[in-house]
């Protein structure tokens, strides 16, 4: 099965076959960007949301619409829209996330063609009372919004199965993970969790659901090896590939833990099921593990901890920050999170993507880093 998932999976969704089935059944396909959006909602529509994992491709019409002080991440996703590689999308959602995020998406809107464009405003300061009320009114609009698009009404009762389906597969990826992480000898490696992570954002939920499942009982039947190479957490926001944690493997390390856009972040926490389920997703989407692009009180502390929590959790040697050129909020937040996370006891190493993380000039760096954690393992 996990095999089978290395096989099927395309970032790009012309070449989905999830989506192609989807849509076959006529049923509609969104795309979107920050995890902000409310997949729920658009699946309790009967819509499968899809999110741009972006692409390390050659920017040749996206500059023309966008400066090119933005990460490749964000100007690949336009890119490939005006392609035509978001030919069998029938709509885009945003939300506001950094600057030049929100900036790109709206280009995208206006420049690609789609049936439905909406823009979802978000609280950057989530921890008020106003940000909860402010968001439960934007789902709401949203929903409205939806519904007259689709010509029918999102019940309730629609919005809790959507949220079931959802919270079953963040239980399920954290079991993908806990596999990867917790045990002393790992039952999936570093990649495959990534693959794993990056494959459910591209498949409906329901879907993937029965084959986490399945790849769940596999690893656990598979003969166990030893390991005792570095844990290595990596943060940051999103990754264009799985080229770092491949490095990292091949040096004889393991990424055990996450807190990406496209890994953890993305699943880590669960939705309410006591609440009505508008608000349980605002309350969800302002509580859940901060991203750079949030200002409230204490953000950074938030995440810092987050991070010394799955350090716990995962047995994690050392960190790899990963940042995006050109990425303000990433390059804000890095002094004060190395600091603290050097503070923990922690050896940190940093790295930046432009197109790609740059293995050339990064297995030397990683060596050396590898070498030092060897040798404070020795000593302790």
Not at 61 to 72: D, F, P, V
Not at 213 to 238: D, L, N
Request: glycine share 6%; aromatic share 10%.
């Amino acid at each position: 099965m996990i095999e089978k998932i290395r096989k099927t999976y395309d970032a790009l969704p012309i070449k989905n076959e999830s989506i192609k089935r989807w849509k076959d059944t006529g049923n509609k396909v969104f795309g979107y960007m920050c995890n902000h959006v409310p997949e729920e909602i658009l699946f309790a529509a009967g819509i499968f949301p899809v999110k741009f994992l972006g692409s390390p491709v050659d920017i040749v019409e996206a500059n023309q619409y966008h400066s090119i002080y933005m990460c490749h991440y964000g100007r690949s996703i336009l890119e490939l829209g005006l392609q035509g590689e978001y030919a069998n999308l029938d709509g885009v959602v945003g939300a506001y996330s950094c600057e030049g995020g929100c900036n790109l998406i709206q280009v995208l809107m206006e420049t690609v063609e789609f049936s439905y464009t909406e823009f979802l405003h978000f609280p950057h300061n989530a921890k008020t009372d106003l940000a909860f009320r402010f968001l439960l009114r934007e789902f709401s609009r949203f929903k409205e919004s939806l519904e007259e698009y689709i010509g029918s009404q999102i019940t309730d009762d629609a919005l809790k199965d959507a949220i079931a389906v959802y919270n079953e597969n963040r239980k399920l990826l954290r079991r993908v993970y806990d596999l990867r992480g917790q045990e002393k000898i790992p039952l999936l490696t570093g990649v495959e969790v990534g693959e794993i992570a990056r494959w459910v954002m591209e498949v409906p939920k329901s879907e993937a659901n029965a084959i986490l499942r399945e790849v769940i009982k596999e690893a656990q039947r598979r003969v166990k090896k030893e390991f005792s190479g570095p844990r290595i957490h990596v943060t940051g926001t999103v990754l264009p590939d799985l080229e770092l944690f491949e490095l990292v493997e091949e040096l004889g390390g393991m990424v055990v833990s996450d807190d990406l856009c496209t890994g953890s972040r993305y699943f880590w926490d669960q939705v309410a099921t006591d609440l009505p389920p508008l608000e349980a997703l605002a309350r969800y989407k302002l509580e859940r593990i901060p991203c750079s692009s949030m200002c409230s009180e204490f953000v950074a502390e938030d995440r810092v901890k987050h991070i010394l929590d799955l350090v716990e959790r995962y047995r994690v040697d050392a960190v790899i920050f990963t940042t995006h050129k050109w990425c303000d909020s990433q390059q804000m937040d890095r002094p004060f999170m190395i600091k603290e996370l050097e503070k923990a006891g922690l050896p940190v190493l940093s790295a930046e993507i432009e197109r790609t993380i740059g293995a050339g000039q990064l297995k030397t760096r990683l060596q050396a880093f590898f070498e030092m954690i060897g040798e404070q393992k020795n000593v302790s």
